[in-house]
């Protein structure tokens, strides 16, 4: 007993019974999901080399995670649809210029750009309209380059907070149906800018030193800015709080607020805590017309004291604003050809 039949035997059995409990197991788990198929008579969007796509009668598609290579240039024309299928994403490292038309946009839907952060060219979207599309840079990761979004639609579907280390992202005649975030990290040197200019927002977050403008926007929510470096807001219409945080050891210097209108209901915060080497700083407050919903605005010192959160209400706050030539009549920022170009929104 024990000899080399009887072991040749008792491993026969014992693959046998293991071969046997691997069918059960495969039996017992569920199918695998298949993966989306490509629509019919679509074309997989080209990524390589420096290629122009233009409407041909094709769908393209995005399949997965794709790259467009370092020195790469991939530009889209107008009426071209691009749709991303099993999680598609695509990583910019060259560059990746649309440029639609006004009655023939570039649609795009469902890609996530998340993993774009250095292209040696650019990310430029000039009249397209972006479905379900996501930009939210990754983790321990930072965007450097350029990134220009123009007469183009995010629809509020998609998702969008950019941690941008060094360049610029340039809103301008956006419309912008989702909240946006921006957190600056530069490391030396310049700050990066960042700049929307005649766009419709919602809310919007501002993070961190930049040269940051936002000016003849309409901003349906709120702006809130922390640790600010350079700070713009010019020319707005305002219809929720706009609100400034700084720490102990930073200021209030670059910040202009001018030629505002704001809603009834709304406000001006600024916040900085008091510190043992803090002292009380002023910002103004230039022509802002602060509508109360009656025919007539707050120009009154009391009412306009009211409209505004600072270390005149707290004594634990080491910032306060003053405000001049309040404006009687409401501001208008953008003419009616300027209006007639605003995005469409067909969500």
Not at 9 to 30: E, N, V
Not at 38 to 62: K, N
Not at 73 to 98: D, T
Not at 259 to 284: D, F, H, Y
Request: charged content about 25%; proline content about 7%; glycine content about 8%.
């Amino acid at each position: 007993m024990g000899g080399p039949g009887y072991r040749r035997g008792w491993l026969r059995t014992r693959l046998a019974l293991a071969t046997l409990a691997a069918l059960c197991l495969a039996a017992s788990r569920p199918p695998p999901a298949h993966a989306d198929a490509a629509p019919a008579g679509s074309v997989p969007l080209p990524l390589t080399g420096r290629q122009t796509v233009r409407a041909d009668g094709h769908l393209y598609v995005i399949d997965g995670k794709q790259v467009i290579p370092a020195g790469a240039i991939i530009r889209v024309e107008a009426n071209v649809h691009i749709l991303g299928i099993n999680g598609a994403s695509l990583e910019v490292k060259g560059g990746f210029l649309v440029h639609g038309t006004q009655d023939c946009w570039v649609r795009i839907e469902k890609v996530d750009f998340s993993p774009s952060v250095s292209p040696d060219n650019e990310l430029h979207f000039d009249m397209a309209d972006l479905v379900d599309c996501t930009f939210v840079t990754p983790e321990q990761a930072a965007f450097d380059g350029g990134f220009t979004f123009e007469n183009s639609a995010l629809q509020s579907g998609c998702k969008f907070a950019l941690r941008i280390r060094s360049g610029f992202f340039r809103f301008m005649t956006a419309n912008v149906k989702l909240p946006v975030r921006f957190e600056s990290v530069p490391e030396k040197g310049k700050v990066p800018e960042i700049a929307i200019r005649t766009s419709w927002m919602h809310d919007v977050t501002l993070l961190g030193p930049a040269d940051a403008t936002v000016r003849d926007a309409e901003l349906k929510g709120t702006l809130d800015a922390t640790t600010f470096d350079t700070l713009i807001v010019d020319g707005c219409d305002l219809f929720g709080n706009i609100s400034f945080h700084q720490p102990e050891d930073e200021g209030f210097g670059k910040l202009q607020l001018l030629k505002c209108n704001l809603s009834p209901g709304s406000k001006i915060v600024l916040a900085r805590p008091t510190g043992p080497k803090t002292s009380m700083e002023k910002v103004r407050v230039e022509k802002f017309y602060f509508d109360n919903g009656d025919e007539k605005p707050d120009t009154l010192d009391k009412k306009i004291k009211d409209r505004i959160d600072d270390g005149a209400d707290d004594d634990k706050v080491s910032v306060k604003a003053f405000w001049q030539n309040p404006a009687d009549r409401k501001h208008y920022f953008l003419s009616d050809s300027l209006k007639k170009r605003r995005p469409p929104a067909p969500e």
